[in-house]
């Protein structure tokens, strides 16, 4: 499970149509015992450069921006395609839904956070650095 956040749930900034649906099945997932739990942390900072508002362009329209890890890496491209989308899952805001907050409270688990920086785009064809994947060596190892 992964970016169950308000934002993507019905009356959030991006929402998914009927979104709240899968929180029954996230519940009872919750409840489980598992070996190891980990929850995606996806936020980010205001003007993120994913957002159409930090460029003043229309909202899901595409543009190329740099790659802030081709400096270190010459394999990768200068710049990626990203999709511009309204401002969303800024950070500060809570990680799972209120819907979600009592299971997820309950459970120890270890968070990958992503998105910090207000230069990194997302996009499906860029590269990470290992280190920059979010997962420290213990969870990799796990």
């Not at 169950?4 to 009927?18: E, M, N």
């Not at 190891?36 to 362009?57: E, K, L, N, T």
């Not at 120890?108 to 997962?135: D, I, K």
């Amino acid at each position: 499970m992964t970016n169950i956040r308000s934002d993507f749930l019905p009356g959030g900034a991006l929402a998914v149509p009927d979104g709240d649906a899968v929180l029954p099945a996230v519940r009872a997932l919750l409840q489980r015992e598992w070996a190891f739990v980990a929850a995606s942390q996806d936020f980010h900072p205001p003007g993120h450069v994913s957002f159409a508002s930090a460029h003043g362009r229309s909202l899901f329209s595409q543009l190329d921006v740099p790659n802030p890890f081709a400096a270190a890496d010459s394999a990768l491209p200068a710049t990626v395609r990203q999709m511009l989308w309204p401002d969303h899952c800024v950070r500060r805001a809570a990680c799972l839904s209120r819907r979600t907050a009592d299971a997820e409270s309950q459970l120890p688990c270890s968070c990958v956070c992503r998105s910090r920086a207000r230069t990194v785009p997302h996009s499906r064809r860029l590269s990470l650095p290992r280190s920059s994947r979010g997962l420290t060596r213990g969870q990799r190892e796990r």
